[in-house]
Structure formats: C-alpha cells, structure tokens
C-alpha cells in the first residue's frame, strides 16, 4: 500500500549541504520525496493523541504545569519523519494563535511553561515573533517560554543580531532539532556563535533514525559537537509510529544499547535523555539501560556502564 507523505520542502542551504555529501549520504532520506512508502501496524496519523489533548486548536495540554502551542504550521523544511505531519506544510491560509489560546492561558494560572512550536516558529518575522512572545509574557503566570527549532540546522542564515536579541528580550530558551554530525557546518557555527553569545540558552533533540544516526559513533560526534557550540543534548527520541515512519523506525533496545554504549565513556554534559513519547498521549517516558538494581541486605548492588557490580551502603 502506498501513501503520498506530506509536501516536501529544502532550504538551498540544506540543498547544498546535501550536495556536497553525496547521493548516498543517509541525510537525504529525512527530507527528500519518496516515491511511496510503507504502511506498517500500529502507525497513526497522530501518533501522540495531540488532537484529543487539545482545549483549543493550536495548544496542547498534556501536562499539568507546561503547554505546547502551534505557533505556525510552516517549517524551513519538512521532515519525512515528522510527527505533526498531519498539520505541518498542509495550511492553506494564514494560521495565526487564535485570542482563545491567549484566553486559555490566561485562565489556567498552574501552567507556568510554554512551549512554542509548530511548525518551525523561526520561519515566522521579527516582528510576528516578537509580537507573539510579548503576548506570552504578558501573562504574569507564565515563568519560562522555549521555542522549538531547526532553523539553525537548515536556515543557519536566518540567524541575526536582531533575532537573538528578541530572544533575550523575551528570556526565552531555544530547543533546537538536530540529527547528524554533517549539519555542524561553518554556517550553523556562526548563527549558534550569534545565539550563545548574546545569551539564549540551548538545547537539542534529536530523533533516533534507522540508518542515519543510529549508531554511537554518529551520535558521540553529534552530542560532543552541539556541546562545543553550547547546545546540551537534551533529548534522544525514539521515532514517533506516525504514518509512513516505518524505515526510519529503530527497535527500542537499539537506542538503549547506544545510551549504556554512550554513558561513561562521553562527558556527562553531551548525554541526553533516551525517551519515548507515549502513543495516545501518555507524555514522555525516559528509558534507561541497566537501571535495575538488586537489594542485597544492606546494599544495593548498582552495574556501571562497564557491566561491573559495584555496593552501596543503603
Ligand atoms: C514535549 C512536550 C512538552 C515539553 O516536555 P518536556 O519534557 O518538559 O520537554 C510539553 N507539552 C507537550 C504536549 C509535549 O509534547
Ligand atoms: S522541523 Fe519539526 S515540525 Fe517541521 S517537519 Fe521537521 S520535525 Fe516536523
């Protein structure tokens, strides 16, 4: 059975890039069209349950203190992966948040962190993001705002002064989407160069593809190079079941086997979190290798990344 994904969209930034990697280089298939693809068990066209969990259209309340909002439904490219790919690059018109998304924050004083994300809210304008985040701060129960983002992947050059310092007006955080050591360019150096020193703090996420970056070398190379640009991987999702995700799926002990490869051999700083997002909107489950312990008496009996028992005096 085949099934036309969503559209398709690269920067020529991103076109280049690719380029210059060669026509087999595995980063190709994240966003280029293929001609059909699979259907397997179990695949949903939204996989998070985002829909039942949303009051309004255009914000998602899974969790009591924090808020998702679609800020956009457009991205500097599109990913075959994507997990919204229901929504994003399907917008006809303008999508704008709605003063019933404004309103529903205002009234829901325990959420205390938003989330802006989309699409990608760094296709929108200085003036349109900046507007955004000052209706969002307005609202004095509001602590933190992240943005999610792959702009600096993929549109390094959108990067500006005037961008990172509507970002430190607005004190927000930056949660950026990488996938490959490859889109550590020059370019992306500078606009995280930009981002970092004029004080946004970052972090990563990168999802967990068959064949592009599951393997901890690729990922080692990943981590350590966001964390020389002061980016901290955050986190290392498995691959949402959206529909047509089925060749970019890993088992889920491939992921562990790389976290417990990962873990004490590189700098604790550079690790992320291993997590799933629970199908139908169960949130974030994070997975961890070896975290059984065993009682014995008095002790715990703790494995270290080296598989060796080590006691603790509990
Ligand atoms: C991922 C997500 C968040 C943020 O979760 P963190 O674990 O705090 O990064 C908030 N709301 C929704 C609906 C999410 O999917
Ligand atoms: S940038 Fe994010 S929201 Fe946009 S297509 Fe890629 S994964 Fe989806």
């Known amino acids: 059975m085949s099934h036309s994904l969503q559209n398709c969209k690269i920067t020529p930034y991103y076109r280049n890039l690719l380029d210059s990697l060669g026509p087999d280089h595995p980063l190709r298939r994240t966003v280029e069209p293929l001609d059909d693809c699979m259907l397997a068990s179990g695949e949903l066209t ?6 039942a969990h949303s009051p309004v259209p ?23 992966y994507c997990t919204r790919s229901r929504l994003v690059g399907k917008s006809s018109g303008d999508w704008k948040l709605s003063a019933e998304v404004f309103g529903y924050l205002e009234k829901h004083t325990e959420i205390r962190d938003v989330l802006i994300s989309g699409g990608d809210p760094l296709t929108l304008s200085d003036a349109g993001l900046d507007d955004l985040l000052s209706k969002v701060r307005k609202i004095s129960h509001i602590r933190t705002i992240r943005l999610g983002s792959k702009v600096p992947a993929v549109l390094p050059s959108r990067i500006t002064p005037e961008l990172a310092g509507i970002l430190v007006k607005h004190r927000v955080w930056l949660q950026l989407h990488f996938i490959h050591p490859a889109e550590l360019t020059a370019e992306m150096t500078c606009a995280c160069d930009i981002l970092a020193g004029a004080g946004v703090p970052m972090v990563s996420q990168t999802v967990l ?9 690729t990922l080692a190379k990943l981590f350590y190079g966001l964390l020389e640009r002061r980016i901290k991987p955050y986190y290392l999702f498995q691959c949402d079941p ?22 004490g051999r590189i700098s604790g700083l550079a690790m992320p979190t291993f997590a799933i997002d629970a199908p139908g909107g169960g949130g974030k ?17 703790l494995t270290n990344y080296e598989g060796k028992e080590y006691r603790y005096p509990d």
């Open 46 to 51: 939204d996989p998070l349950g985002e829909e």
């Open 58 to 80: 255009g914000l998602v309340h899974t969790y009591p203190d924090k808020v998702l909002l679609f800020a956009t439904l457009d991205c500097a490219v599109y990913c075959r």
């Open 209 to 217: 593809l068959k064949g592009i970056n599951d393997d901890t070398d």
């Open 242 to 263: 959206v529909i047509g995700s089925s060749s970019f799926r890993t088992p889920v002990e491939k992921g562990l086997q790389i976290i417990s490869e990962l873990q």
């Open 285 to 301: 489950i994070s997975l961890l290798p070896n975290s059984q312990f065993l009682r014995d008496g008095n002790e715990i009996v």
